[in-house]
């Protein structure tokens, strides 16, 4: 099959397009054909050689996809050849087919077209274990979400609008900001040219808000914190701002605030946290929202897969909004 190549570590032009070998579906997996897949941060950490897969998973890029299933494995009882779906994955999604554990699929949306599908599973699947099965968000919390324009910031606005939090965000510019509060945010703060601390205290007359779901890590950690209100929960996903911080437990024990840093990728396939335990959550409690549109795929572009170099690009200079899908196109 041909699937996407790192020819050595370094920027998008390291990419290329060629002969790999094919998958091979083992005991509990199917093998989907792929049929779109989407560019995500980790994709290009791992590109640049700081993020390696984990061990057994391949070590192609792609992290979720959506395709056509091709073949069924040994003990595989509620899936068949044909059935159309996305998946999470640990790797191997910039291909023509990827092996795929069956707890790991989500079955096409119905009103969701196929190539966008591929734009759902990492950040639902983010967005639910973290801010909901670990944060508990609730109805009438203040929810604050940095990079509101991601991928992970589109769905988790919605999300969180949709349990009832009052929906603050960060973003680069006021057309970001636009699209985020036309997703639900009430609050915009562009960081540019405000503190979010600041603003942040001034909207909740300096109670501070209850979660925080972060991708910046250890250049915002402190100031995060900072805006966290009296039992307050922080949730790290990213890294985009360094890996190493102080943290100021004094301030944090007073505010009988916690923090937690957290990586879908690295998770076990099955068991407690596992990801086919998230894929099932978010299956009974995500799914119909996004099948009535209630919850929807935010797709900024979609280029060939023989195209990725500038679908990398385009992520890396954060010129998109919401999710940028590549497509097989034979």
Same mark, same amino acid.
């Given at each position: 099959m041909r699937a996407v190549t790192i020819r050595e570590p370094g920027g998008p032009e390291v990419l290329g397009w060629g002969e790999v070998p094919d998958p091979a579906c083992g005991p509990g *997996?199917?093998?989907v054909d792929v049929v779109a897949t989407a560019v995500n941060r980790a994709d290009l950490l791992q590109r640049q050689g700081f993020y390696p897969p984990p061990p057994g998973a391949s070590d192609i890029l792609g992290l979720e996809c959506s395709g056509i299933i091709s073949e069924v494995g040994p003990g595989v009882t509620n899936w068949s050849v044909g059935d159309e779906v996305c998946a999470l994955l640990s790797g191997g999604g910039y291909a023509e087919r990827v092996a795929v554990p069956a707890g790991q699929l989500l079955p096409r949306p119905s009103g969701v077209e196929l190539a966008t599908a591929a734009a759902l599973p990492e950040v639902v699947c983010t967005v639910w274990s973290n801010v909901f099965l670990l944060a508990g968000l609730r109805r009438g919390e203040r929810f604050l979400v940095h990079g509101g324009s991601s991928g992970i910031g589109t769905m988790a606005i919605q999300l969180a609008a949709r349990a009832g939090a009052r929906v603050f965000t960060t973003a680069g510019t006021a057309a970001k900001l636009h699209v985020c509060r036309e997703l639900g945010a009430e609050v915009g703060i562009n960081y540019r040219d405000e503190d979010f601390v600041e603003r942040v205290a001034q909207e909740t007359d300096g109670t501070g808000v209850d979660v925080i779901l972060d991708n910046m890590g250890a250049k915002y950690l402190m100031r995060n914190v900072e805006a966290l209100a009296t039992g307050g929960r922080l949730v790290s996903i990213g890294m985009q701002g360094g890996t190493k911080a102080e943290l100021d437990l004094g301030k944090l024990m007073r505010k009988r605030a916690s923090v937690a840093a957290t990586t879908?990728?690295?998770?076990? @396939?099955? %068991?407690? %946290?596992?990801? @086919? *335990?998230i894929v099932a959550a978010v299956l009974h409690d995500v799914w119909p929202d996004v099948e009535r549109g209630v919850v929807r795929p935010i797709v900024d572009r979609r280029l060939p897969m023989a195209r990725v170099a500038e679908a990398h690009r385009v992520v890396e200079a954060s010129e998109h909004i919401g999710k940028v899908l590549l497509l097989n196109e034979g």
């Open positions: *997996e199917v093998i879908l990728r690295s998770r076990p @396939a099955t %068991g407690p %946290g596992g990801k @086919a *335990e």
